[in-house]
């Protein structure tokens, strides 16, 4: 059973940066589509960036250029920096998993159970 648990989220100002980690674990190969997924309060979920089997990645506009999401395979760890936070960042940011390459409708298997970022103005 693959297991996700985020951390690195915290209360920042405007213009300002975080970086969000997930270690995973309970998976036998790299062979992993994931991604960072966030809910701000009153809103539905939303996909912020994800990465491929292949290292390719995709970024949901809003973030584009501010956002960078990596990952070590070696320590089974994935990354989001986040630059230039803006308040409405704010939110429950959700580490996601699914076996194979990420499919277009954004659907994961596997989720951490969350890490709260909150952006200042």
């Known amino acids: 059973q693959v297991q996700l648990v985020e951390s690195g989220g915290d209360s920042v100002q405007a213009g300002g940066s975080l970086r969000l980690s997930c270690a995973a674990s309970?998976?036998?190969?790299?062979?992993?589509?994931m991604g960072w997924f966030r809910q701000a309060p009153g809103k539905e979920r939303e996909g912020v960036a994800v990465i491929d089997t292949d290292e390719s990645t995709k970024y949901v506009g809003a973030v584009k250029g501010r956002f960078t999401i990596s990952k070590d395979n070696a320590n089974n760890t994935l990354y989001l920096q986040m630059n230039s936070l803006k308040p409405e960042d704010t939110g429950m940011y959700y580490c996601?998993?699914?076996?194979?390459?990420?499919?277009?409708?954004?659907?994961?298997?596997?989720w951490g159970k969350g890490t709260l970022v909150i952006i200042s103005s």
């Open positions: 309970g998976y036998t190969d790299n062979n992993y589509c």
């Open positions: 996601a998993a699914t076996a194979g390459r990420c499919q277009g409708s954004g659907f994961m298997d596997y």
